[in-house]
């Protein structure tokens, strides 16, 4: 069973940086395209980046292209997600998310794709 466990959040004030890790076991994880999404209560989970199987191929929400960069070391079995010059708008709850990829070059949008997801890991910006 793959298992998702993310760290890294906190309170930071806005203009400074956090960098969110996401550890993954139980499965070969260059096997597996990843994501980062976030939530804010009483709305939809939203994508902010997705990463394909090896890292070479990445994709941003317009809200934090820029500003986030989504990256992984596949020797780790780890996804990460550096987040500079943060904005009271990006409080939300992060989530790291996988889905199993035959295609090495594929990224994935949807949250109806991603098969496996981590439990969340809280940023509160203040501004």
């Known amino acids: 069973q793959v298992q998702l466990v993310e760290s890294g959040g906190g309170l930071a004030q806005a203009g400074t940086s956090l960098r969110l890790s996401c550890a993954v076991s139980g499965g070969t994880f260059s096997n597996y395209a990843m994501a980062w999404f976030r939530q804010v209560p009483g709305t939809e989970r939203r994508l902010v980046a997705t990463?394909?199987?090896?890292?070479?191929?990445?994709d941003y929400a317009a809200s934090v292209r820029g500003r986030f960069t989504i990256s992984r070391d596949n020797a780790k079995n780890s996804l990460y997600l550096q987040m500079n010059s943060l904005k009271p708008e990006d409080t939300a709850l992060y989530y790291c998310?996988?889905?199993?990829?035959?295609?090495?070059?594929?990224?994935?949008?949807?949250?109806?794709?991603?098969?496996?997801w981590g439990q969340g890991t809280q940023v509160t910006v203040s501004s």
């Open positions: 998310a996988a889905v199993r990829s035959a295609t090495g070059g594929a990224v994935y949008y949807s949250e109806r794709s991603f098969e496996h």
């Open positions: 990463v394909n199987r090896h890292g070479f191929s990445t």
